[in-house]
């Protein structure tokens, strides 16, 4: 049987909201905008959700029709940037892959982020040789429950369980109707009673538990 843990990002593998915020804040500046700075808690309030919906809320002051074409210009300098010097990872995570890998599982990654975004979090951190697929909002502008579904069909997963922070995360599986695990050290809570991590050490311990 075809086992695979599907991992979200932000919350959940690492924190980069201060990253992102400054690599924002150099390009707006860039671009010669004045306007208020935008800060860490601006970003973590957004994290999960969708490049549109990010770009109504952040950028709300620019004209609708101006505000997708200026996040996706933030967006490149943001890939480029985290590319460059990472984010704050969760304690363990590479050690956590290895032992997980040892256990059978596949490891993947399905994100509401922009293209280029994840790929950067594994290039700066020589994650990849850990990952057999990866998918996102920004390669084919589906919901993150699209997305979770998509990647079980394309790499054959019998049995899938999607890692996440977030209410919407939750909601992402429920719809791909794969199993959940809450990553509780994260951005958010789930109003569900599911299975909880307080480590992300904990996951291979937890996942024989729940065998």
């Known amino acids: 049987m075809k086992k695979g843990l599907i991992f979200d990002m932000d919350g959940t593998l690492w924190d980069s909201s201060e990253g992102v915020a400054a690599s924002w804040n150099e390009k707006l500046r860039e671009l010669g905008y004045e306007r208020p700075v935008i800060s860490k808690e601006d970003v973590m309030s957004i994290m999960g959700l969708t490049m549109d919906r990010i770009a109504?809320?952040?950028?709300?002051?620019?004209p609708k029709n101006e505000r997708m074409h200026i996040l996706g210009l933030c967006c490149i300098h943001e890939n480029d940037y985290l590319r460059r010097h990472g984010g704050i990872l969760y304690p363990d995570l590479e050690e956590t892959f290895r032992l997980l890998l040892d256990d059978g599982y596949g490891l993947y990654i399905v994100s509401n982020c922009q293209s280029g975004y994840i790929e950067a979090f594994l290039e700066h951190y020589g994650f990849g040789r850990y990952f057999s697929d990866i998918e996102c909002f920004g390669n084919n502008l589906k919901s993150k429950g699209e997305n979770i579904a998509?990647?079980?069909?394309?790499?054959?997963?019998?049995?899938?369980?999607?890692?996440?922070?977030?209410?919407?995360?939750?909601?992402?599986?429920?719809?791909?109707?794969?199993?959940?695990?809450?990553?509780?050290?994260?951005?958010?809570t789930i109003k569900q009673n599911v299975p909880e991590l307080e480590r992300f050490s904990d996951l291979p311990k937890l996942l024989k538990k729940l065998r």
């Open 56 to 62: 109504d809320i952040i950028l709300k002051d620019f």
């Open 150 to 188: 998509l990647l079980a069909e394309r790499c054959s997963l019998v049995k899938a369980c999607y890692i996440g922070d977030i209410q919407g995360d939750y909601d992402a599986a429920v719809q791909a109707g794969t199993d959940f695990i809450h990553a509780a050290y994260g951005f958010g």
